[in-house]
């Protein structure tokens, strides 16, 4: 087995590192660096960046806007950018509904959104999630009833991520409660956010955050120019497609790896009450080696299926890529704020706020607390890792 890369490779990851190195902002890499939740503004700024450079859509094919580059390239241009602090995209539009759009959209659904998403123009939020459906998405009770040539809308929608955001939703409603949701029972709607009967009301988050939303869809009136693919009854067929790039999407190896950086030069850094480095410190080693040891293991095995499925997934190896690239994550913050000490328990991601910090504390302090709880959430969403485990139960062993 060749574990190295391609002089080819290696050229190409080297024209991406001297792109991005120069293009991200200094405070925008801060703010990474420190685990915030990227703003709006940066969002925008960095879609911006790349989408001139042609760069917005790695995963995209050429003929719609994309790169049109391999999976290893992807991964590669992923790595260099999460080394370089870049934040993550907006990517309810390019992750998710971009590739459903070129799928499975209608013509004119490509050509009426697909430009602004590119150019991030355009926000897009998820409405999948809600009270009484999460990673069941089965039981989705938001409908969508025939009222003439269209349809109306009513429900809510929970958890939603950066609604507060959106131009847009990509909401799933029930179209036909005569037939099972798998059966043709749903349909993905697409509509504007900036309308009457759309109210999105804020939820803060453990870490005092506000990136989620609950969503009232009250008489949300839509044409037939607004169902994803032009067909009444696909959404089943369309979220499966869609969940599947989520989750791989979720193992985060590039991002982990560069928080795994940062976390030992903190380690470093810091010291216990005798003044002995805290990466001296016989527990903190072996807890930065055991995390060292699962993400190799994350990242080689990712690896492998870049070189023998050409980046597509089958269900249980995207879940088992999910389960532990989430908790991957949860482990390197958690570590973090240990190894901080009290002046990890400080939760503003505002130093002005964060009155209990001494006013000569780091910048890696401010948002550490934060970040710890927020993951949490990393084996939550994009289907629980219990769900995840079920898909691998069911669909690898038969069970």
């Known amino acids: 087995m060749d574990l190295r890369f391609t002089s080819e490779d290696e050229a190409f990851r080297e024209e991406v590192r001297a792109f991005v190195r120069k293009a991200v902002p200094a405070d925008m890499a801060r703010r990474t660096r420190q685990g915030l939740h ?18 917005a859509a790695p995963h995209w094919p050429k003929e719609f806007g ?8 992807i991964y590669l241009f992923e790595e ?21 759009l070129y799928t499975f959209g209608t013509p004119e659904q490509q050509e009426k959104y697909i430009e602004d998403i590119l150019s991030g123009e355009t926000f897009w939020c998820q409405g999948f999630s809600e009270p009484s459906a999460g990673s069941d998405l089965a039981a ?28 847009k939703m990509f909401c799933l409603a029930r179209t036909d409660t005569t037939v099972k949701p798998q059966k043709g029972g749903l349909t993905i709607f697409l509509f504007d956010m900036n ?44 979220a499966k497609f869609l969940l599947g790039n989520e989750r791989v999407t979720n193992a985060q190896v590039p991002r982990s790896k560069r928080d795994l950086e940062i976390l030992k030069k903190i380690a470093l850094m810091e010291r216990d009450s005798d003044g002995v480095p805290m990466l001296q410190k016989p527990d903190i080693r072996q807890r930065i ?6 993400l190799a293991g994350l990242e080689w095995s990712v690896l492998r299926e870049l070189a023998q499925g050409h980046g597509e997934h089958s269900a249980p190896i995207a879940s088992g890529l999910k389960i532990v690239g989430s908790e991957i994550q949860q482990d390197i913050a958690t570590l973090l704020v240990d190894l901080l000490g009290i002046k990890g328990l400080a939760v503003h991601t505002d130093r002005e706020q964060a009155n209990d910090l001494p006013a000569d504390a780091p910048d890696y302090v401010v948002g550490a607390a934060a970040r710890q709880l927020f993951m949490r ?5 994009a289907g629980t890792s219990e769900i995840q485990r079920g898909i691998i139960a069911k669909q690898a062993f038969g069970l």
């Open 38 to 55: 990227t703003t709006k503004e940066d969002l925008k700024l960095w879609n911006r960046i790349l989408y001139e450079k042609g760069w």
């Open 377 to 381: 959430a990393a084996t939550i969403y």
């Open 140 to 167: 989705v009770k938001t409908t969508a009833v025939r009222d003439g040539d269209g349809w109306v809308i009513n429900g809510q929608k929970l958890w939603t991520t950066e609604a507060h955001y959106a131009d």
């Open 195 to 238: 309308q009457p009967g759309v109210t999105v009301r804020p939820i803060l988050t453990l870490d005092e955050e506000h990136s989620v939303n609950e969503v009232f869809l009250d008489n949300i009136r839509v044409g037939p120019e607004d169902v994803l693919g032009g067909e009444i009854g696909q959404g089943w067929t369309h």
């Open 289 to 294: 080696a055991q995390i060292e040891i699962d």
């Open 80 to 100: 260099e950018c999460a080394a370089a602090d870049a934040p993550f995209l907006s990517y309810f539009g390019l992750r998710l509904l971009g590739p459903l």
């Open 66 to 73: 994309g790169t049109g580059w391999s999976a290893l390239q």
